[in-house]
């Protein structure tokens, strides 16, 4: 049978029929009938023998049909209670198609070939060529929704043709019952005020009443169109219930109870801000709840003012615009040195490791945490690569001290002498991919993480400590804290106040940008403990090769928005000659934020700086990056950098648009 079948699949003859018309008309046209008369006798038994053929060819597919896919033979014919329709996998043309088929696409046999596309557009058969036997989506037809099935058959011709039965099976009910359960399930959300405390700070009882009374209106005002259960859980909390139907509502509108809480003012004019944490899609509502408390921790750790969605696979966010609040406090600082110092106490080793590229504030933060480990009588080891880093002045000074011998280590070695009992500390990132030697934090169970910038999708989990505060302008200042908390003056070494110090400089660009009163409170500190200014601000200036360069990349800058500065580099750079850059051009009038990309092997950097209302770290965010509101960095790996480009461009759009 299937040696026959790939005869059965002749083209449409109507071109030849064509063609002999042509000939007939126009030996009628020369008078010769003779000839005339014998070429419609051609014509009509070719015409003929084409009815047979096609008669025969109908009756051989309907036999392999049903002797190949196990139709039953009914007294209509081949037919099934569901749609099915042979198709050729080369050019998807219809070979055969049963009655119900045709009753839902609007197929009929002519002596045309005819695309499966035609009647069914959305349907492609790569699934199918590839060895799946169900497609991915649902397909409707006539107002139905049907899964589509099928199988691989392949001819015994010399071609070897190879056809695909496809198999309609109609779930219309199901899917309808499905899609209203999916649309009904439960979200879990947990609404907080985050800044209740400076919002009530020095009201009276019936101030703080009042305040409250329009914070309830104005989140039950929101909540109403959702038809949902609010509850008030404490003071500054509520729980609100809602199905996921509404959920894609909310989303579009960008959370507007986000900015419509911004109305609500204490008299002293501070406005109110929350955060919205949502968990969705979870198996019950224990862990949708969990999801939501960890939206809501999340949406803390980057800052407040914003809603976060947790699913099962990733958090989603909206709003975080506004530049953070200081809301630390000493009593968390205090507490977290002293639970650091136990467990360094109780470990066996100490390492302490930064980010990639280790800056002066990875560098400062370190060396910090490393007078805490001499205090306790441990010895750290700062794990850091001693050829890819952007402190290396700062590293050979440090090296030159005797309590710092032998201190800097390889991810490598480092790795050779952890044991069970060794911990971790992270500085100045919270990201695993990020870290100086990723193996090394997959290979240590106790794991602490000191870090300032705001919380990505993939943080460290789990850690056995977290200071994690995005108000903070440093990893070092935050490091310096803890210090006051655990050692004395005397056991600070000069070369570890003014690493702390440089930390500090670097990040908050000689304490121009994202300082508060705890910032200099720390520095004031490092400058009893012995730092020196001077000394600092030499760790900071660039020689003279490095300094035209980086006016350079300064010089092949171009607006966009009238406020932002984007240099687009061909050529690699150094990520502190970028960073620089970065830096330098928000010394130019009218310049808010500034974005430096340069291209490193098969990867591009961007290096991104901000002193306005642009929030460089959600503009790079999408992109991979990471960081805070007023510095930022993203890298992009294989790619160009028109490509980098043309995506920063699009991010910047986004941000902007929305």
């Known amino acids: 049978m299937n040696k026959k079948l790939g005869k059965t699949f002749w083209p449409g003859l109507w071109v030849y029929f064509a063609a002999m018309a042509l000939f007939v008309v126009g030996a009628v046209l020369f008078r010769n009938y003779t000839l005339a008369i ?77 695309r499966l596309s035609s009647f069914v557009p959305k349907l492609t058969l790569d699934w199918l060529i590839s060895g799946k036997n169900e497609f991915s989506y649902d397909v409707t037809l006539s107002g139905r929704r049907y899964r589509v099935y099928g199988s691989v058959v392949r001819a015994d011709d010399p071609e070897n043709t190879a056809m695909g039965m496809l198999y309609f099976s ?70 609100f219930i809602f199905e996921k139907r509404d959920l894609k509502r909310a989303m579009e509108e960008k959370f507007s109870l986000l900015e419509d809480i911004h109305e609500v003012e204490n008299p002293s004019g501070l406005a109110a801000s929350i955060s919205i944490g949502i968990g969705v899609d979870g198996v019950n509502f224990e862990e949708s709840y969990e999801f939501a408390a960890l939206s809501i921790e999340m949406s803390l750790s980057r800052g407040g003012d914003q809603a976060v969605i947790k699913d099962r696979y990733n958090f989603s966010f909206y709003g975080g615009r506004a530049m953070e609040a200081d809301r630390r406090s000493k009593v968390k600082a205090r507490v977290t040195a002293n639970s650091m110092m136990e467990l360094i106490s109780q470990s066996s080793q100490v390492f302490i490791m930064g980010h990639s590229n280790a800056d002066l504030d990875a560098v400062g933060a370190a060396v910090g945490i490393s007078c805490m480990c001499r205090k306790k009588g441990k010895k750290a080891y700062i794990v850091l690569d001693a050829e890819n880093n952007a402190a290396q002045n700062l590293i050979d000074e440090i090296q030159n001290v005797p309590e710092y011998a032998q201190t800097f280590i390889t991810g490598q070695d480092a790795l050779l002498q952890a044991d069970s009992h060794s911990i971790l500390i992270v500085v100045d990132t919270n990201r695993p991919d990020q870290v100086e030697c990723r193996p090394l934090l997959e290979a240590i169970s106790k794991v602490c993480v000191v870090d300032h910038h705001r919380r990505a999708a993939d943080y460290i ?8 505060e995005p108000y903070a302008s440093s990893a070092s200042e935050l490091v310096t804290e803890l210090l006051q908390y655990a050692v004395e003056k005397a056991d600070v070494l000069p070369i570890e106040s003014k690493s702390l110090l440089a930390g500090i400089f670097l990040d908050t660009k000689s ?46 800058a171009r607006l966009y928005r009238q406020e932002l500065a984007v240099a687009a580099l061909n050529s690699t750079t150094s990520r502190a000659l970028a960073a620089q850059a970065a830096d330098e051009l928000l010394n130019i009038s009218g310049i808010t934020a500034s974005f430096v990309l340069y291209p490193d092997e098969e990867n591009v950097y961007i ?26 960095g993203a890298q992009i790996k294989n790619t160009t950098v028109k490509e980098a480009l043309d995506a920063l461009i699009a991010s910047i759009d986004s941000f902007y648009e929305n």
């Not at 099934?80 to 080369?90: D, H, K, Q, S």
């Not at 000394?535 to 090769?545: N, P």
Request: hydrophobic share 40%; charged share 25%.
């Open 607 to 632: 290096s991104a700086r901000s002193i306005g209302n642009a929030n460089v770290q959600m503009i790079l965010e999408p992109l991979g990056g990471g960081g805070n509101t007023a510095t930022a």
């Open 38 to 114: 014998a070429e419609a006798a051609v014509a009509a038994a070719v015409g003929a023998f084409y009815v047979f053929c096609r008669v025969r060819r109908y009756k051989v597919l309907q036999n392999f049909v049903k002797n190949s896919f196990n139709v039953p033979e009914n007294p209509g014919g081949a037919e099934t209670p569901f749609p099915m329709v042979l198709v050729r996998l080369g050019d998807e043309s219809i070979l055969w198609a049963n009655e119900q088929f045709c009753k839902i696409t609007g197929y009929q046999d002519r002596y045309l070939e005819q």
């Open 170 to 239: 109609d779930l219309t009910e199901l899917y309808q019952v499905r899609d209203e359960y999916v649309r009904s399930r439960p979200v879990v959300s947990i609404i907080l005020v985050d800044n209740y405390e400076e919002l009530t700070k020095n009201l009276t009882e019936g101030g703080i009443s009042s305040l409250n009374a329009r914070i309830n209106d104005v989140i039950s005002k929101w909540t109403e169109d959702f038809h949902g259960l609010l509850r008030k859980l404490e003071r500054n909390r509520f729980l």
């Open 511 to 556: 304490f121009n940008v994202r300082t508060g009163e705890r910032t200099f409170e720390a520095a004031a500190v490092l400058k009893q403990w012995g730092a020196d200014t001077v000394e600092v601000k030499k760790l900071l200036q660039s020689d003279f090769q490095n300094t035209m360069a980086k006016y350079q990349i300064i010089k092949s």
């Open 461 to 468: 989990n789990p850690v056995v400590l977290n200071l994690h």
